[in-house]
């Protein structure tokens, strides 16, 4: 090893923030900070979260999450046939109905009547509301068209022999972990099944944590499992990103040096080693602390290399997580509404290996200072892309631009992307 390096780490031995980070990547109580759920296990959480009368200490809630995005989302899209049962669920139960309501009647079934072997993943029932939820989650992996016809005529056809169901109202919901706003023509089944992603879990956690802060510890597992199906982070987690971020920046060398060993060569490595070097038994000592390293290791480069790349760019208007990332346009900082940006650009990774990328505009009125605001910066973006004039009710669009961009074509995207959006705002500046 050269001097060089050895320089590199003892510095990042000594700076402070490594302690901490330690400290906050300590494995607790949690018990999905030691194992890692197959895609049944899934199913079965989201059963956990979704029955009121489990013991998650949140009774109805999840549920009444799920349906309160579930109806937005219905009543933005285009594709879902509004003469399909789907469709004509979310009509008859808008947000208003939602939140009024109580679903405390409401259970969890695995299967009703399906073929183990083609069992729809969840169905809620709620005999006192007379519905039924059918759920199909994929966390990853695509749904199909044979597919989810296959499950809505097996479905049916069982509802209508049952006479306990023959008055129940029916939703198909197709949940998918990555699912961001894709282009609705291209989804499997859209006029049937309403596609919707994770990310109303994360009203779940919010609202989970303010009851771990209440003394209610059954909550912990709430805030922890939606922590790690949506791009949620808590405060803890926050920190933890945010100090790995800095320490990518500050420790690069001595950081690529400890995550060029894996794992198990490095436990080989020290099987056999006389004298083990400082570095492999610091790496074995902090397996969670090398585990972030590593997740945060591709978007803390890629933010790196973009702040480096883009003309104005700051740090204060870049934000990104372990898989995530939002960038608030050049010169679009001055909306900013001490929270968030009311148009930002999303990057995320599209495929498992994280090589590709997915970029996405978004517009959120909610982030917005006032409802005036909102609709002014939806005009302008609707000349960069006319998708941002369709739902014109929709609170929120997000327009996916590129998907399966690789890191090069990445960092041509974003300049040009951000160029355009500049000029957008330049023009009308001039012409009001």
Wanted: with cysteine; charged share 25%.
């Amino acid at each position: 090893m050269t001097a060089d390096i050895e320089e590199a780490l003892e510095a990042f031995f000594i700076d402070p923030r490594v302690g901490e980070l330690c400290e906050l990547l300590r494995t607790s109580d949690d018990l999905l900070d030691v194992i890692n759920l197959s895609e049944n296990q899934h199913s079965s959480m989201l059963a956990w979260l979704l029955d009121p009368r489990e013991g998650h200490g949140q009774g109805d809630q999840i549920l009444r999450d799920l349906l309160i995005a579930a109806t937005t989302s219905a009543r933005s899209t285009a594709v879902l046939d509004g003469r399909g049962r789907t469709s004509r669920f979310f009509s008859a139960w808008p947000p208003s109905r939602i939140r009024t309501a109580t679903f405390g009647s409401a259970f969890v079934a695995l299967e009703l009547g399906i073929n183990a072997r083609e069992r729809v993943d969840l169905f809620v029932i709620d005999p006192q509301n007379h519905f039924i939820l059918v759920i199909e989650n994929k966390a990853g992996m695509n749904h199909s068209d044979h597919q989810l016809d296959s499950y809505k005529t097996k479905f049916d056809d069982i509802a209508s022999s049952n006479s306990n169901l023959k008055d129940y109202d029916c939703a198909f919901i197709a949940l998918d972990r990555y699912f961001q706003g894709d282009d609705e023509k291209e989804l499997p089944s859209a006029s049937t099944w309403l596609h919707i992603g994770y990310e109303w879990l994360q009203v779940s956690a919010n609202r989970a944590l303010m009851h771990m802060e209440r003394g209610n510890n059954a909550a912990r597992l709430v805030v922890s499992y939606c922590n790690r199906q949506t791009d949620w982070d808590s405060p803890q987690s926050k920190r933890s990103i945010e100090l790995a971020s800095a320490l990518h920046h500050d420790h690069s060398d001595a950081i690529k040096r400890l995550l060029s060993m894996s794992i198990k060569r490095i436990e080989t490595e020290w099987l056999s080693s006389r004298a083990p070097p400082a570095e492999l038994e610091f790496m074995l000592q902090n397996r969670s602390l090398g585990d972030l390293l590593r997740e945060t290791q591709g978007m803390a480069s890629v933010a790196s290399s973009l702040l480096a790349r883009v003309p104005g760019l700051t740090t204060d208007s870049l934000e990104h997580g372990r898989v995530w990332m939002d960038i608030c346009p050049t010169g679009w900082e001055r909306y900013f509404n001490g929270d968030w940006w009311p148009v930002y650009l999303s990057i995320t990774y599209s495929n498992k290996d994280r090589t590709q990328f997915r970029v996405s505009l978004v517009w959120n009125s909610h982030h917005a200072r006032s409802e005036a605001e909102a609709k002014q910066l939806r005009g302008l973006l609707a000349e960069y892309d006319p998708r941002f004039s369709t739902h014109s009710d929709a609170s929120r669009r997000w327009i996916v631009l590129d998907k399966n961009l690789s890191l090069q074509e990445l960092f041509h995207r974003v300049p040009e992307v951000f160029v355009r959006l500049k000029n957008l705002l330049e023009v009308s500046s001039v012409n009001p």
